[in-house]
């Protein structure tokens, strides 16, 4: 059978393997949230907007006749990828997710490891610091109850309502970033803190690369667990395993 691949986009890395597998001559389409106002180009159709939960993908699975997934979200998206693995099994349609491994901490890091969104808002009690606060449009919301620090946020979309935060700033920009821009951002707002979420990959490591030179310390929020699924850091070995899972790529 002519294979028909889903990919769970909305990252760099499912941009760049919609680009191998449409380079490969691969059938599919790739799917986003909706969450920013203009995706970035895609090398697969694009459809966007939520499934209606695990059962809803599930739906979709057979009525689209998909022969493979790939779940390629950022790892923070945990519901979505969840929903993939119960979908899959439901369905019985084979599942890949493309990864990214966890930044690790080095001797030159000064990070506090929080297990979760809400670690971090406490790690924030005390004093006033000046703090980039890369943690997302959607959770925002959460750091509210620490209105005494200035917040640095660096958003995809400009805010569509008012934020709740006294004293903030907003860059609007999309990765990926480099490190002498956000050496630049950092030393300009002076910030002293940076809270992150542990995304991996490099598009948005520069911030911590930065917090690295700077000396400066890092709230880094652990990533969230997600069911065991077949999982590669390699957008190769998606190539490969579409190959033995029965697609005719000649890899
Ligand atoms: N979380 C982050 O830090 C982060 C950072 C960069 C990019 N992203 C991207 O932004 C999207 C949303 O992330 P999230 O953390 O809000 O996800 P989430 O909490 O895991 O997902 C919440 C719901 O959003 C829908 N959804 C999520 N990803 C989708 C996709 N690729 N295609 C269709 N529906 C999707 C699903 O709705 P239904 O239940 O209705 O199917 C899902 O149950 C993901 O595609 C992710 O790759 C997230």
């Not at 449409?22 to 966007?48: E, F, H, N």
């Not at 903030?168 to 979420?197: C, N, Q, T, Y």
């Not at 930065?210 to 190769?236: F, K, N, Y």
Request: with cysteine.
């Amino acid at each position: 059978m002519e294979p028909n691949l889903l990919v769970l986009g909305g990252t760099l890395e499912a941009t760049r393997l919609c680009r191998a597998l449409a380079g490969a001559g691969l059938r599919g389409t790739v799917s986003m949230a909706g969450r920013v106002a203009r995706p970035a180009d895609q090398a697969l159709p694009l459809r966007i907007g939520g499934f209606g939960g695990a059962e809803g993908l599930a739906t979709y699975l057979r009525a689209q006749r998909i022969t493979h997934v790939i779940d390629a979200t950022h790892p923070f998206a945990a519901q979505m990828s969840a929903n993939a693995v119960a979908a899959c099994r439901a369905v019985d349609v084979p599942l890949i997710a493309l990864t990214r491994a966890p930044w690790g901490e080095t001797a030159d890091d000064h990070w506090t490891r929080v297990p979760g969104m809400a670690g971090a808002v406490a790690a924030l009690g005390g004093a006033p610091r000046r703090v980039m606060l890369a943690v997302g449009r959607m959770h925002l919301p959460d750091f509210a109850v620490q209105p005494q620090h200035f917040y640095l946020l660096r958003l995809v979309d400009p805010p569509e309502a008012r934020l709740d935060f006294p004293d903030h700033h907003v860059v609007v920009d999309r990765g990926p970033f480099g490190l002498e821009g956000d050496l630049a951002l950092l030393r300009d707002h002076a910030i002293d803190l940076v809270v992150s979420k542990n995304s991996g990959g490099t598009g948005a490591f520069a911030k911590i690369a930065a917090a690295r030179e700077l000396g400066l310390p890092v709230i880094m929020i652990d990533r969230p667990s997600i069911p065991a699924r077949h999982e590669t850091h390699e957008v190769e070995e998606v190539l490969r395993w579409l190959d033995h899972a029965g697609t005719d790529l000649g890899v």
